[in-house]
């Protein structure tokens, strides 16, 4: 026989999971700690904590909800946000036809 897929759990194991959720909620139970050794906050969404699939996380962690650009300015060098690249000061013949 095959073997189950990976996100596949039993409805046993998922009663566990959702009863420990819970504790964690009501502060019964640790809360659940990230790869860097910070806890992970139990009332936050799981579509937030969760990360995407194709990031292939293994651990629990929020890094992809972070800052992933250290530099401030990133968007700068290549997108100056804003700017007006041309102001046309007249009407031109045409300028509305398609």
């Not at 904590?49 to 650009?69: E, F, G, I, T, V």
């Amino acid at each position: 026989m095959a073997t189950a897929s990976v996100g596949f759990k039993s409805r046993e194991e998922h009663r566990k999971q959702q009863e420990l959720e819970e504790a964690r909620k009501a502060g019964l139970a640790p809360a659940e700690m990230d790869e860097d050794g910070k806890e992970i906050n139990p009332h936050i969404p799981q579509y937030m904590s969760s990360a995407p699939w194709y990031l292939n996380a293994d651990k629990p962690s929020l890094k992809h909800q972070r800052k992933w650009k250290v530099d401030p300015n990133y968007t700068k060098s290549w997108y100056d946000r804003g700017a007006k690249t041309f102001q046309a000061d007249k009407y031109r013949k045409g300028a509305c036809e398609k």
